[in-house]
């Protein structure tokens, strides 16, 4: 007959039924959760940074020893853009359409306020862009300067292509100091409040051009920090899962080891001093000294 009495069959999970204890689940989850974040979310966010980061500094590179083409080439229709050739100088003859100047406020040049002054630009036998002129400073901290105007003859410009900005959320454009400010250069709210629409793609003028102003610099050929970062998260979302491994192991060792002092000791046998609860801590998740 088979015995019906096996008092250590389930030794082993009434050993780890400690494991589904609510601060033990509650574990669970949030490692999970972290992990999970940093595998969908923040690593990828920092590769993300870098890829682009990397594919804006080689345009640049690329950008510095190119001959100018001319702009009908990358932008052929009114609704072209030219993501691939961002930074890429161009050439566009034509005339400014000074009504529908605006200015981007909030920007920063070598750590100065300033403006950054748009105006559509209708090229010749071609689109309707919009040309950054390059920047004005403030005058009694953010009012606007006063702004030289445009030529007002067909000329030839060299500017380099950029990329359409998304929009500042919760940001409207506004006038004021009589003059129409957005937030952020997109060339879609640009082309809606002005009412002259504009391609997709905007050029920002390099230095000694007509309707030129102050010169934006060009960004640092620098891959920044987002690589590093991106790697740190993806070893974040590996080791918090070990992490909790290594817990519960000390958790089993230690309460194995509790099990066995609570047995009687033999006659005879000096009774061991009892453990503060720092001590405990200390016995299963560190060495204690």
Same mark, same amino acid.
């Given at each position: 007959?088979?015995?019906?009495?096996?008092?250590?069959?389930?030794?082993?999970?009434?050993?780890?039924?400690?494991?589904?204890? +609510?601060?033990?689940?509650? #574990? %669970?989850? &949030?490692?999970?959760?972290?992990?999970?974040?940093?595998?969908?979310?923040?690593?990828?966010?920092?590769?993300?940074?870098?890829?682009?980061?990397?594919?804006?500094?080689?345009?640049?590179?690329?950008?510095?020893?190119? $001959?100018? =083409?001319? =702009?009908?080439?990358?932008?052929?229709?009114?609704?072209?853009?030219?993501?691939?050739?961002?930074?890429?100088?161009?050439?566009?003859?034509?005339? %400014?359409?000074?009504?529908?100047? &605006?200015?981007?406020? #909030?920007?920063?040049?070598?750590?100065?306020?300033?403006? $950054?002054?748009? =105006?559509?630009?209708?090229?010749?036998?071609?689109?309707?862009?919009?040309?950054?002129?390059?920047?004005?400073?403030?005058?009694?901290?953010?009012?606007?300067? $006063?702004?030289?105007?445009?030529?007002?003859?067909?000329?030839?410009?060299?500017?380099?292509?950029?990329?359409?900005? #998304?929009?500042?959320?919760?940001?409207?454009?506004?006038?004021?100091?009589?003059?129409?400010?957005?937030?952020?250069?997109?060339?879609?709210?640009?082309?809606?409040?002005?009412?002259?629409?504009?391609?997709?793609? %905007?050029?920002?003028? =390099?230095?000694?051009?007509?309707?030129?102003?102050? &010169?934006? +610099?060009?960004?640092?050929?620098?891959?920044?920090?987002?690589?590093? %970062?991106?790697?740190?998260?993806?070893?974040?979302?590996?080791?918090?899962?070990?992490?909790?491994?290594?817990?519960?192991?000390? $958790?089993?060792?230690?309460?194995?080891?509790?099990?066995?002092?609570?047995?009687?000791?033999?006659?005879?046998?000096?009774? +061991?001093?009892?453990?503060?609860?720092?001590?405990?801590?200390?016995?299963?998740?560190?060495?204690?000294?």
């Amino acid at each position: 007959m088979r015995p019906t009495n096996t008092p250590g069959r389930f030794a082993p999970a009434r050993r780890l039924a400690f494991l589904l204890r +609510p601060q033990w689940l509650a #574990l %669970y989850v &949030v490692v999970i959760g972290f992990a999970y974040l940093c595998f969908t979310v923040l690593a990828p966010w920092q590769l993300g940074k870098n890829t682009k980061t990397t594919r804006e500094n080689a345009q640049i590179s690329a950008s510095l020893s190119a $001959e100018p =083409v001319p =702009v009908k080439t990358v932008l052929p229709r009114q609704d072209s853009s030219a993501n691939d050739d961002t930074w890429k100088r161009v050439t566009a003859t034509g005339s %400014y359409l000074p009504q529908g100047q &605006v200015l981007a406020r #909030l920007r920063s040049i070598d750590g100065e306020p300033a403006f $950054e002054v748009l =105006v559509p630009f209708a090229v010749q036998g071609g689109p309707t862009v919009l040309v950054d002129r390059g920047f004005v400073k403030p005058i009694d901290g953010n009012k606007v300067p $006063e702004i030289d105007p445009v030529p007002s003859e067909t000329v030839t410009i060299t500017a380099r292509l950029r990329d359409s900005e #998304l929009l500042a959320s919760g940001r409207e454009p506004f006038r004021q100091d009589g003059a129409l400010q957005v937030y952020s250069i997109n060339t879609g709210q640009i082309g809606d409040i002005t009412g002259i629409p504009v391609a997709g793609s %905007y050029l920002q003028l =390099v230095e000694d051009q007509p309707g030129g102003l102050g &010169v934006i +610099p060009l960004p640092h050929l620098d891959s920044g920090p987002f690589l590093s %970062y991106g790697i740190q998260w993806i070893a974040f979302g590996i080791i918090a899962p070990i992490g909790v491994g290594y817990f519960v192991i000390a $958790e089993y060792k230690q309460r194995r080891r509790e099990k066995a002092a609570a047995q009687p000791a033999p006659t005879g046998a000096e009774e +061991p001093t009892p453990l503060t609860p720092d001590q405990k801590l200390a016995d299963r998740y560190g060495r204690r000294r």
